[in-house]
């Protein structure tokens, strides 16, 4: 006899607000799932001394319930109509995501991470919560890790997490105890699943959703269509240098072809306080010191394949738009893309044009807005996304055009303090990340009690020796370093003749213009930078009209709250009077960010200057 259809229940389960709808942007990961792609993210934590396999499980199980979707799958809409949702799993075992498993034989460096590269390549099992763990016993022969120490290795869906989501899930499965030990563990909560809704309520549900909000779409674009617009003529008023295919072509590379399904990596461990100090020495970020080492290592890799391409290669730099309020665990990023300066041969230069390109890459982030990034991928129909993906994937659509970037390279900090696990202290740390067709390479630094890890995954088509780029990377960054010392020594370290800048009369005649005309920088007050495009690199000026007395000096200033750009030959055109300002403005070869007051300003004292 056929099971009678209960409309209430059916409605019931549409209305209730429990069963939460995954959004676009953790749907993204979803799309790219294919046979040589699965789109998790895992870590490999080694714990020091002999733990348990036991209390680890015992431990697992008494934090489940700090964890929801541990214990949640994913449920279509039937015919894709929408995306996914995140229902109780009825059927859930830990057994079947707890994997013990023994390294073998020779029990060093090289097996585990061999063994770590085959498990991380399997795919996980979308019918089932997303994660998996293995808990890997015997490693006896690994310098500076004790006799008979752990490796875990935990596996997650990227539906579920991004990189700082998943450094808070750390802190729920570890502790920053060192006595965990001896404490009382509280006992595993039941686990009482609500039943799956009926496929008619999912319908239902979607349904809802958009009579709820039928402007959903319309307004997303209109908000980003305001932001471009924006961004657009920002272009014409300010610095910002527009990522164009057509002025910054992304080279094809190595990095961009079809991928294989057997991953690889490799890592190195570098000292934060050691690339802190670069950063202190240098300025910029700690992002810009990993971005210049790791670009470092990529053009010796590709001068030794004889693959190095005359333009830079381009990094996509994913970057958190999440707010210090934010507690949901999903994903809420939005992505740069830096030009990694692999053209230039000397560290000193490549870092200070990396730095640049982060400064001006912040400024297009901040146009474009991050409330407005992260709603973008929610307007995208799931159905018509996922076609899209895997026909990109089937019909090789990355071999028609040129890759949007090279490589993606991602920076998350990790905790500052030791973690332990049921009293054994957590040696190291590393992350391990997905790739595509179309994008072979990336490079995850992490940071974890005053070590920087930074790992590289790829598949055996795309760089078999992952192993030795991570010595490159180690020697990268020791290269950068003695740099930066000699320089601090007064060494000169660059081999090339630099070109002169032909503008350095105009800022004499600047400051001397300034110094009998005091009243001026009362007028004009403001600090301000000019960046001259000397073609092979760029000069910075600071304008400092914040005292009595002007100070004009040689000096980049990474975070300017006027900022002006301008070529070399440009500015000593306008200098001699061969080009006028307005022809400059018009035709966009001075570009001025800030606020509207400040560039007026600016412009008022230039031209006061150039009428003198």
């Keep these: 006899m056929a099971k009678k259809i209960d409309l209430k229940d059916i409605v019931q389960d549409a209305f209730d607000s429990s069963i939460q709808q995954i959004s676009g942007s953790d749907a993204a990961f979803l799309y790219a799932e294919s046979p040589t792609s699965p789109m998790h993210v895992a870590t490999l934590n080694i714990v020091e001394g002999s733990l348990k396999f036991e209390d680890f499980k015992d431990i697992v199980a008494s934090k489940l319930h700090l964890i929801p979707k541990f214990r949640q799958r994913l449920l279509n809409v039937p015919m894709n109509l929408d995306y996914p949702y995140w229902v109780d799993d009825p059927n859930f075992d830990i057994d079947l995501h707890l994997n013990r498993i023994k390294l073998p034989d020779p029990s060093n460096w090289k097996t585990l991470r061999d063994l770590t590269s085959t498990l991380f390549s399997a795919p996980l099992d979308l019918r089932r919560p997303l994660w998996s763990v293995h808990f890997i016993e015997g490693i006896d022969e690994i310098a500076q890790v004790p006799k008979g120490s752990v490796a875990i290795i935990t596996k997650i869906h990227h539906v579920m997490i991004d990189g700082t989501s998943g450094v808070g899930l750390l802190g729920v499965l570890y502790d920053s105890d060192e006595n965990g030990k001896q404490k009382k563990r509280s006992k595993p909560k039941a686990y009482n699943p609500e039943p799956l809704p009926d496929e008619l309520s999912l319908l239902l549900k979607s349904g809802y959703a958009f009579f709820k909000n039928p402007f959903k779409v319309p307004k997303t674009v209109a908000e980003t269509a305001y932001s471009f617009i924006k961004s657009r003529a920002a272009k014409k008023l300010s610095i910002q240098k527009e990522f164009s295919a057509t002025k910054f072509p992304v080279p094809i590379t190595i990095f961009n072809g079809s991928i294989s399904a057997k991953r690889t990596w490799g890592t190195a461990i570098l000292s934060f306080d050691r690339i802190n100090a670069l950063r202190k020495t240098m300025g910029g970020s700690i992002n810009d010191v990993i971005l210049a080492i790791c670009a470092g290592a990529m053009r010796r890799y590709l001068i030794e394949k004889e693959k190095l391409p005359l333009h830079p290669l381009v990094a996509n730099v994913p970057i958190s738009i999440r707010t210090e309020n934010s507690t949901k665990m999903n994903n809420q990023i939005a992505n740069m893309m830096i030009q990694l300066a692999t053209h230039i041969e000397d560290p000193l230069e490549r870092l200070e044009y990396i730095q640049e390109q982060t400064m001006l ?252």
Excluded: C
Aim: hydrophobic content about 40%; overall charge positive; cysteine-free.
């Design 361 to 612: 890459g912040k400024s297009r982030h901040n146009t474009m807005g991050a409330k407005t990034l992260a709603k973008m991928a929610d307007v995208v129909p799931f159905g018509l996304a996922n076609l899209a993906a895997g026909l990109y994937s089937k019909y090789n659509i990355k071999d028609l055009h040129r890759p949007p970037f090279n490589v993606t390279i991602t920076n998350v900090p990790g905790p500052r303090g030791l973690l332990y696990l049921n009293g054994h202290k957590v040696v190291s740390i590393f992350g391990l990340t997905p790739v595509v067709d179309g994008f072979g390479l990336i490079i995850a630094a992490f940071s974890y009690n005053g070590q920087v890890s930074i790992t590289t995954t790829s598949d055996s088509k795309t760089m078999p020796d992952a192993d030795v780029f991570s010595r490159y990377i180690r020697e990268s960054a020791n290269e950068l370093e003695e740099h930066i010392t000699n320089l601090g020594k007064g060494k000169s370290t660059s081999k090339t003749k630099q070109v002169k800048s032909k503008s350095a009369p105009f800022f004499t005649a600047l400051k001397k213009y300034l110094k009998e005309n005091p009243k001026f920088v009362k007028a004009y007050k403001g600090l301000y930078q000019i960046q001259l495009d000397l073609g092979d690199r760029t000069d910075g000026w600071e304008l400092n009209l914040t005292k009595p007395v002007a100070v004009i000096k040689k000096k980049k200033n990474l975070a300017p709250k006027v900022l002006i750009e301008i070529e070399d030959e440009n500015l000593f055109a306008l200098y001699k009077g061969k080009l006028l300002l307005e022809e400059l403005k018009i035709q966009g070869r001075i570009k001025i960010t800030g606020t509207a007051a400040s560039k007026t300003k600016f412009m008022k004292l230039l031209t006061a200057f150039l009428e003198r």
